[in-house]
């Protein structure tokens, strides 16, 4: 059995909802954007999907400096903080994948008790002030899927599904999150890559 069959809800995937989850990408996938990735996913439903990579921190602009940019205020000595790509739809907007200790005024998904999504301003302006979640990933773009997209990658062993924890999502460091995400589930990025290899 691979580590997918289990959550597919059937052969037809109709009852798949990875709410929460986070996806793996499998060596040689074919898309670079994607390539070791691992993606938390903020909202699943049989119309579509959404969620953020969050192991890809963008070499070109951090915290700082977008703020900066949307001319928000910063805070002297605020620490920096990485911006991510988080996918590569609407990769202007940013969201915030954080810990359940800040609520937006405006509007934050709950995707489960231990993680909320934020897409709105005040949480970059309470960021920019220290007065943010506690934990967070800030990121340009997101990545999407269309109504059984997901589901058909899925099946195409486009990627592994494993369990989300605040420990691998925000503490791990990037480089690291996508061999961690794979001990999840025993499964050793050596020898994936080699099945790979001889697919």
């Known amino acids: 059995?691979?580590?997918?069959?289990?959550?597919?809800?059937?052969?037809?995937?109709?009852?798949?909802?990875?709410?929460?989850?986070?996806?793996?990408?499998?060596?040689?996938?074919?898309?670079?954007?994607?390539?070791?990735?691992?993606?938390?996913?903020?909202?699943?439903?049989?119309?579509?999907?959404?969620?953020?990579?969050?192991?890809?921190?963008?070499?070109?602009?951090?915290?700082?400096?977008?703020?900066?940019q949307l001319e928000l205020g910063v805070a002297p000595g605020l620490p920096q903080m990485p911006v991510h790509f988080g996918g590569p739809v609407e990769h202007a907007r940013g969201f915030v994948l954080h810990s359940p200790d800040f609520t937006s005024a405006a509007h934050s998904l709950r995707v489960d008790a231990r993680f909320r999504m934020t897409g709105t301003l005040d949480i970059l302006e309470a960021m920019g002030q220290g007065n943010g979640p506690e934990r967070a990933i800030l990121a340009l773009g997101y990545a999407g899927w269309g109504e059984g997209q997901l589901e058909s990658e899925i099946a195409q062993n486009a990627w592994l599904t494993c369990d989300a924890s605040p420990e691998l999502v925000f503490g791990a460091a990037d480089e690291g999150k996508w061999e961690a995400a794979l001990g999840t589930l025993g499964v050793s990025a050596l020898s994936l890559s080699s099945e790979a290899g001889h697919a």
């Open 1 to 68: 059995m691979t580590p997918t069959e289990d959550s597919t809800g059937g052969a037809d995937g109709a009852v798949m909802d990875l709410t929460g989850k986070l996806l793996i990408a499998m060596p040689g996938m074919g898309d670079a954007r994607f390539e070791h990735s691992v993606i938390y996913i903020c909202a699943h439903s049989p119309e579509g999907a959404m969620g953020l990579i969050i192991n890809k921190p963008s070499p070109d602009i951090a915290m700082r400096d977008l703020l900066e």
